[in-house]
Structures are given as C-alpha cells and as structure tokens.
C-alpha cells in the first residue's frame, strides 16, 4: 500500500500529469467582413492611424488576453489579429452597408504576436451592435504549420442581444459560450471611462516540445 502511495505521489509530483485540459475555444465563422483591404497601419492600436492625432470615437478598451493550448501552457510565435465595426457600425470592407459613416480615424483591424506568455494586447473600442448582430469582436490566430483559428469575443452585459444573435447561439456547450463572453469592466480611476476586457484563446492542441 505504502508504495502504491509513493507512487501516486510521484505522478501529482510530474508537472502537468493528468492536468485536466481547459475549456477549448469554439471555432466561430470569420464573417464576410474580414478587411478586403488591409490598412497601412496594423498595429495594435486601433483608435490612432499611423501618426494621426484625432482618435477614433467610442469607448476605449483595453483587450487582452492570452493564447494558450489545451493544458493551459502558452503559445508564442502566434499572430493574433482582430477586426471590428466601428462607432457607427461600419466595417473596414468595401462591401459594408455604412460606408459613407465610416469613421476615418478608426483602423478597424490590428495585429499583435505574441512572446513566451502567449499574451496579447489591443487599444481599440467597445464594440456596438448592428442590424443582424450583437457586439462582437473577430479574432484570427495564426501560427505556422496550423490552419488558422477564427472565433468571436462577445460582451457579457449584452445578455438580451446575445441570446437572439444566431452565431452566438450556435455554442450549444455552456462553459466555450461563457468562454467568449467577457466581461467589458471600467478601469477604475480612469478619467476618460476606459474599459478593460480579458479573453483567453484556448486552442485545441498541445504543441509538440
């Protein structure tokens, strides 16, 4: 018995032995707005174009977050990109229904790679809902040898407007809809309202040492 006992200790003493996988992320559609045309600039911020000194207009929000396998170990080297409507609900795509109310200043999509964290960082805005969708962000993953993953980032206070969007609903599974909906919290202190959102990919892989 005392062995058997040793034994099992040895195993919860190797890390990640029977780690229990996290919830993966589902894949959701990347939509037919992905940009038809990138812009010049696609950094991480996406209320400022390359060296303009008028920001977009909505709520700024700081999104973060992580890319992470199935065991919850981080992922670098991944290309994470995001795009999104603006205030007024255009999209940067030529065939978006709003064109002429396009914010200029808006960038609309952006890029970030990740390091050793897996972490990643945008400066962009809350999303607002247009005809036909609740708030939501679209996320693209990107690493070399992988398809790329697509999903969408929703806001946790827009229960009424998620419940009716029909891609939104598609996530049969409870915890991957709790998954991608996050949280949209003010920063405290901030003087302009900032908000902060946390939304962490879980990918559907361990990659190989």
Sequence with gaps: MLRGMALGAAFFAVPGAFAEELTRTPAQTEGPFYPDKLPLDTDNDLLVINDGITPAVGDITHLSGKILDAKGNPIRNAVVEIWQVDHNGAYLHSGTSNADKQDKNFQGFGRFLTGSTGEYYFRTIKPVPYPGRTPHIHFAVKMKGRDKFTTQCYVKAEKERNERDFIWRSVRDEK??????????????????????????????????
Aim: proline share 6%; charged share 30%.
């Design 176 to 209: 991957q809809r709790d998954n991608i909906t996050v949280d949209f919290a003010p920063i405290k202190d901030s003087k302009i309202g900032e908000l902060a959102a946390k939304f962490d990919i879980v990918l559907g892989f361990t990659p190989e040492a």
